[in-house]
């Protein structure tokens, strides 16, 4: 008696109704070579499904994490100056919530709508915040500053670039890496995932203390 | 906006290995991810709210993969088929072989198998969608999606089978 390996194949992910099920069976006890079918198809079922599991474990690469949360596009529309205001409006939006209601920013309470702490912002903006490094000023696409940061505590450290807009600073990405060996990240670390975003943003060179100290008198305006 | 992208990151594990899975080798499957991440923000209206972003999204990765393969056979004028793919020796023959080495003897197997099989399958058994599922994702009836990962799974249980003899 010939069934086709569909209804095999159902009958061996217990997916057939419970009549066809009676039927099967009764074939099965019956037939060895059919018994036989029935069996490499969970086998390969099984076999199949623990198949690159181990990829699952893996960090993903910085440059993915960054290709999946970059505004569409910057890279290719770099050298065009028309496109540069919509660009520098689109990543704005992009800025709103991403990560920002997940970040496990520790002291705060979840930033609303992308917006950072007060104790973050303050910091960004120059004038102090505790616990706080800011590690660099960028000049990105569009005429938005962005300034990257790192909040160390006991349990590692909080890697970050926020970049400034009429409301305030907003989260671009951040990354929590935990404390290896017990001891503290170096808070200056230039993390993967910021450089890749700090390239799509199309930023340059970190800025010097007189470019930065101008901006900041600007209150972070480019004029 | 933001949900799109927190989605997108969630989902990047499983994106890398089903692009592992259709091209067996951890490069060429992280560019594929790369690429399918940046035409799907680029496409992102393409996408209905309230159905399955994994699906959407492997449907992107996978016609990206079809199409690398089809302009690298054009462009190489190497008569290359997605089945003997993994065989041909490239600019980059010598990792190739070493990445497939590396592979257990699964992944070696179902690697091996004609690409229509390997990817009804790996939709099917590796993410686990159902065949309806599978189907819209390869743009074929749910039946032709059915027989395809029934002889693969036959396919995979006997070439492990007679390598454990």
Not at chain 1, 72 to 80: E, L, T
Not at chain 1, 117 to 138: C, E, I, K, S
Not at chain 1, 165 to 179: F, I, Y
Not at chain 2, 31 to 58: I, K, Y
Request: aromatic content about 4%.
């Amino acid at each position: 008696m010939s069934i086709p390996d569909e209804t095999l194949m159902a009958f061996a992910d217990g997916s057939l109704p419970p009549a066809e099920v009676n039927r099967i069976a009764a074939l099965l006890d019956a037939d060895p070579a059919l018994a036989e079918r029935v069996a490499l198809l969970a086998d390969g079922r099984r076999i199949a499904a623990g198949a690159f599991r181990d990829v699952l474990d893996q960090p993903v690469p910085a440059r993915l994490l960054a290709a999946a949360t970059a505004p569409p596009a910057v890279n290719d529309n770099r050298r065009n100056p028309w496109r540069l205001a919509a660009l520098a409006a689109a990543a704005g939006l992009l800025l709103g919530a991403f990560l920002g209601p997940r970040l496990p920013l520790p002291g705060g309470a979840a930033p609303e709508a992308g917006l950072l702490p007060a104790r973050v912002a303050t910091a960004l903006d120059g004038a102090g915040g505790q616990g706080v490094v800011v590690a660099g000023t960028y000049l990105a696409e569009g005429g938005v500053y962005c300034r990257r940061f790192a909040i160390p505590d006991e349990t590692g450290t909080v890697q970050g670039l926020a970049c400034r807009d009429p409301e305030g600073w907003r989260l671009r990405v951040a990354v929590a890496r935990s404390a290896e060996g017990g001891s503290f990240q170096p808070a200056g670390a230039d993390d993967p995932v910021i450089a890749e975003m700090l390239e799509r943003l199309g930023a340059g060179q970190a800025l010097d203390a007189n470019a930065e100290g101008a901006a900041r008198a600007r209150g972070w305006r480019v004029r | 906006m933001s949900t799109f992208q927190t989605d997108l990151v969630a989902l990047l594990p499983r994106l890398r290995r089903f692009a592992q899975a259709l091209c067996g080798r951890p490069d060429q499957a992280d560019d594929l991810v790369q690429e399918a991440c940046e035409r799907a923000l680029r496409s992102q209206d393409g996408f209905t709210p309230g159905t399955r972003f994994d699906s959407w999204m492997f449907r992107i990765l996978r016609n990206l993969w079809l199409d690398s393969h089809r302009r690298r056979a054009a462009r190489g004028g190497v008569h290359e088929t997605l089945d003997d793919a993994e065989s041909i020796p490239g600019a980059d023959g010598a990792s190739v072989t070493m990445n497939l080495l590396d592979l257990r003897d699964a992944e070696r197997a179902l690697l091996r198998l004609p690409h229509d099989q390997r990817e009804a399958l790996v939709l099917t058994c590796i993410e686990d969608l159902t065949y309806a599922e599978a189907a819209a994702v390869l743009g074929v009836p749910p039946g032709t999606v059915m027989s395809r990962a029934a002889r693969g799974r036959i396919a995979l249980a006997k070439a492990l089978g007679e390598s454990d003899r």
